[in-house]
């Protein structure tokens, strides 16, 4: 079966700082893979998705992440954090009809 | 903007009782799913409905029941609530169900179970 793998259950950065999620799927063929933020009390919003094509995508509020097969990896990443992306950042793989998520990484940024 | 719209947003309940959460999204989206969030586990899809008139079971539906009672709406219901249900509770929809569809959430119905 299809699962995500999110190593890091909280990072601490500093603002401006660069940051890098990590992600290692499970999935025997190419899946479609997610990331999702969530902000405290609020519910989870896309910030990009990848399906085929080129491996690094760009999503929303500067982020991309990039798609490494051989490592069946899928990391987020942002070369300048700001104070506003302190959140909780879920990595979601859509396969066979499903889709499972990671269980999530916590995201402080210092001032 | 609304989207996807929860309520309640927050529900104290003692074991036994029964309860229904509601959720309509305003996007004329095919698919819905609800989830719970734990902590430390992510989001478990509960139930899901492809469409209009279908519901089917996800990765956790045992306690819980859904009516998907048109396209706008997806009602989920637990007949005797336990602890162990005790969850924050968030409904999602798509165009479609499949594996390149991004899902769009509501803000969540935390729910504890005394």
């Known amino acids: 079966a299809q699962s995500v793998t999110q190593p890091d259950i909280h990072i601490t950065v500093s603002e401006g700082a660069s940051l890098e999620l990590r992600c290692n799927y499970s999935?025997?063929?190419?899946?479609?893979l997610f990331w999702y933020v969530q902000s405290p009390g609020q519910g989870l919003q896309l910030l990009l998705k990848?399906?085929?094509?080129?491996?690094l995508v760009q999503g929303i509020k500067g982020f991309e992440a990039e798609f490494k097969r051989s490592q069946s990896s899928f990391n987020l990443r942002k070369p300048s954090v700001h104070w506003s992306d302190a959140a909780e950042y879920f990595c979601?793989?859509?396969?066979?009809?499903?889709?499972?998520f990671g269980a999530g990484t916590r995201l402080t940024v210092k001032p | 903007n609304a989207g996807v719209t929860q309520t309640p947003k927050f529900q104290v309940l003692k074991t036994g009782q029964s309860m229904t959460l509601q959720c309509a999204q305003d996007?004329?989206?095919?698919?819905m799913y609800w989830y719970r969030q734990d902590p430390g586990m992510g989001l478990r899809l509960i139930y899901y409905?492809?469409?209009?008139?279908?519901?089917d079971k996800g990765e956790v539906p045992n306690g819980y029941n859904v009516s998907r009672l048109n396209k706008r709406e997806f009602s989920l219901r637990l007949e005797s609530a336990a602890p162990s249900q005790t969850s924050v509770y968030f409904c999602?929809?798509?165009?479609?169900?499949?594996?390149?569809?991004?899902?769009?959430f509501g803000d969540g119905t935390r729910l504890s179970i005394l």
């Open positions: 999602a929809s798509s165009e479609a169900t499949g594996n390149n569809q991004p899902q769009h």
């Open positions: 999935y025997g063929a190419t899946p479609y």
């Open positions: 990848y399906f085929s094509g080129d491996t």
């Open positions: 979601a793989v859509g396969a066979f009809g499903d889709m499972r």
């Open positions: 996007m004329n989206h095919n698919s």
């Open positions: 409905s492809a469409s209009e008139g279908t519901t």
